[in-house]
């Protein structure tokens, strides 16, 4: 009798490229051989064949799968709509932030009274406790030290003084430890920007505060956290001078370099992606990437991306524009290539949740579409809970 261990391996890495990123931890227990092929990550390699963006996506407070099948945007006889399903394993809690560092998730209870971590491909989840109480203004990041070690961050913000960083901590999963630093510096991070992981190193997009002939300045630039030394490395500059109406955002490409998007809302609603030629924490270089106008994409707010470099593609993600719709907005996936090629695809409405102020009106809370990096699988194992003890830092 044929058994699953006996089928050709071509046909089992097909089966493996139609499993869904949720169920790998069920495909592993099929059988022995399919364990070993899972841990060849044969899933990803398979994706990367059939030109599919594999990854994950917050949507209405909750964490979906994605699968972004790239193969036919220039021919709309073979455009397959990207699939996108809800992760039933956490879908008894309100996620409000989402975090991606080579195949583990860092999710962030929408009340912020925990940090929950999650490995897809093993089916594990794990919960960190505070030392005292997460805040609204809180950053966070999720990265590892040069012994594979990984480590969150917690940036504590004041959301009074523009979102300063007040200083910041430090968890150590594998001694469940917090450590606390009061390191002040003189740059902040906006609430709406996340932090995207590259080889185990965290950047951001921050301001750097400058005086400039007695007058305060903002200047644009990438701040990078080193997981090993646990200290945020100097200031790295961006390939463009930007603007207060300018929209910027960080991305990463493969988890090999970085990308930023600059819509730039003055000068022609000028659409430009960047990425980086070399990246460490001490040196960025760049190249462009991509630049559109407004005349080719009309009116859109980006509100995160991401990069296929082979195929010369961006595909901007964010809820459609439109300030007289208070119940709902639909979501959309923008999708730009080389010639001018611009095509928007619905993938949802976000839903309306709403609350009353205390003199009675309607305050409209929208969660905006959120897209992490490609997702490649994990076999770090995630520790069952202990109890969490802190320390101080040197500083």
């Given at each position: 009798?044929?058994?699953?261990s006996?089928?050709?391996q071509?046909?089992?890495?097909?089966?493996?490229s139609?499993v869904?990123?949720?169920?790998?931890?069920?495909?592993?227990s099929?059988c022995?051989?399919?364990?070993?092929?899972?841990?060849?990550?044969v899933?990803?390699?398979?994706?990367a064949r059939?030109?599919?963006f594999?990854?994950f996506?917050?949507?209405d407070f909750?964490?979906c799968?994605?699968?972004?099948d790239?193969?036919?945007i220039q021919n709309e006889a073979d455009f397959?709509?990207?699939?996108?399903k809800?992760?039933?394993?956490?879908?008894?809690?309100?996620?409000?932030?989402?975090?991606?560092?080579?195949?583990l998730?860092?999710?962030v209870?929408?009340?912020?009274?925990?940090l929950?971590?999650?490995?897809?491909?093993?089916?594990?989840?794990r919960?960190?406790q505070p030392?005292?109480?997460f805040?609204?203004?809180?950053?966070?990041a999720?990265g590892?030290?040069?012994?594979?070690?990984?480590?969150?961050l917690?940036?504590?913000g004041?959301?009074?003084?523009?979102?300063?960083?007040l200083?910041y901590?430090?968890?150590?999963?594998?001694?469940?430890?917090?450590?606390v630093?009061n390191?002040?510096?003189?740059?902040q991070?906006d609430h709406?920007?996340?932090?995207?992981s590259?080889?185990?190193?965290?950047?951001?997009?921050?301001?750097?505060k400058?005086?400039?002939?007695?007058?305060?300045?903002?200047i644009d630039?990438?701040?990078s956290?080193d997981?090993?030394?646990?200290?945020?490395?100097k200031l790295?500059?961006?390939?463009?001078?930007?603007?207060?109406?300018?929209?910027?955002?960080?991305?990463?490409?493969r988890e090999?370099?970085?990308?930023?998007?600059?819509?730039?809302w003055v000068?022609?609603q000028a659409?430009e992606?960047?990425?980086?030629?070399k990246?460490?924490p001490g040196?960025?270089?760049w190249s462009?990437?991509?630049?559109?106008?407004?005349?080719?994409?009309?009116?859109?707010?980006?509100g995160?991306?991401?990069?296929d470099?082979?195929?010369?593609?961006?595909?901007?993600v964010?809820?459609?524009?439109?300030?007289?719709?208070?119940t709902?907005?639909?979501?959309?996936?923008?999708?730009?290539?080389?010639?001018?090629?611009f095509?928007s695809?619905?993938?949802?409405?976000?839903r309306?949740?709403?609350?009353?102020?205390?003199?009675?009106?309607m305050?409209?809370?929208?969660?905006?579409?959120?897209?992490?990096?490609?997702?490649?699988?994990?076999s770090v194992?995630l520790?069952?809970n202990?109890?969490?003890?802190?320390?101080?830092?040197?500083?």
């Amino acid at each position: 009798m044929t058994t699953m261990s006996d089928l050709p391996q071509d046909l089992t890495k097909e089966i493996f490229s139609r499993v869904p990123l949720t169920s790998l931890s069920a495909v592993r227990s099929t059988c022995k051989s399919w364990n070993s092929i899972s841990k060849s990550q044969v899933l990803c390699e398979s994706a990367a064949r059939r030109k599919q963006f594999l990854g994950f996506m917050m949507k209405d407070f909750s964490v979906c799968s994605m699968k972004f099948d790239l193969q036919g945007i220039q021919n709309e006889a073979d455009f397959v709509d990207p699939s996108i399903k809800q992760v039933s394993v956490l879908d008894q809690v309100e996620i409000s932030q989402i975090f991606q560092c080579e195949g583990l998730l860092l999710c962030v209870t929408r009340d912020k009274s925990r940090l929950l971590m999650w490995n897809p491909y093993l089916g594990q989840t794990r919960c960190i406790q505070p030392r005292n109480t997460f805040l609204s203004g809180d950053q966070y990041a999720l990265g590892y030290d040069k012994n594979r070690k990984h480590k969150i961050l917690r940036i504590l913000g004041d959301c009074k003084s523009g979102y300063m960083v007040l200083g910041y901590e430090i968890f150590d999963l594998s001694a469940n430890t917090w450590k606390v630093s009061n390191d002040n510096r003189d740059w902040q991070i906006d609430h709406y920007q996340r932090g995207v992981s590259l080889k185990g190193h965290t950047y951001f997009l921050a301001k750097e505060k400058i005086r400039i002939g007695g007058t305060n300045n903002n200047i644009d630039c990438i701040l990078s956290f080193d997981f090993t030394t646990e200290r945020f490395r100097k200031l790295l500059p961006l390939p463009f001078k930007s603007h207060y109406s300018n929209k910027l955002l960080l991305s990463c490409v493969r988890e090999e370099q970085l990308a930023v998007l600059h819509y730039n809302w003055v000068m022609g609603q000028a659409l430009e992606i960047w990425v980086t030629k070399k990246i460490d924490p001490g040196e960025v270089s760049w190249s462009k990437f991509l630049r559109f106008t407004s005349s080719c994409i009309g009116h859109i707010i980006p509100g995160s991306f991401f990069v296929d470099e082979e195929k010369k593609v961006v595909v901007v993600v964010d809820q459609d524009y439109n300030r007289r719709i208070v119940t709902g907005r639909n979501q959309s996936a923008h999708i730009l290539g080389p010639d001018r090629y611009f095509k928007s695809v619905n993938i949802g409405e976000t839903r309306y949740i709403g609350k009353r102020s205390k003199h009675g009106y309607m305050i409209s809370e929208l969660c905006r579409p959120r897209v992490c990096s490609s997702y490649v699988p994990s076999s770090v194992q995630l520790q069952t809970n202990q109890p969490v003890k802190s320390e101080e830092s040197e500083n």
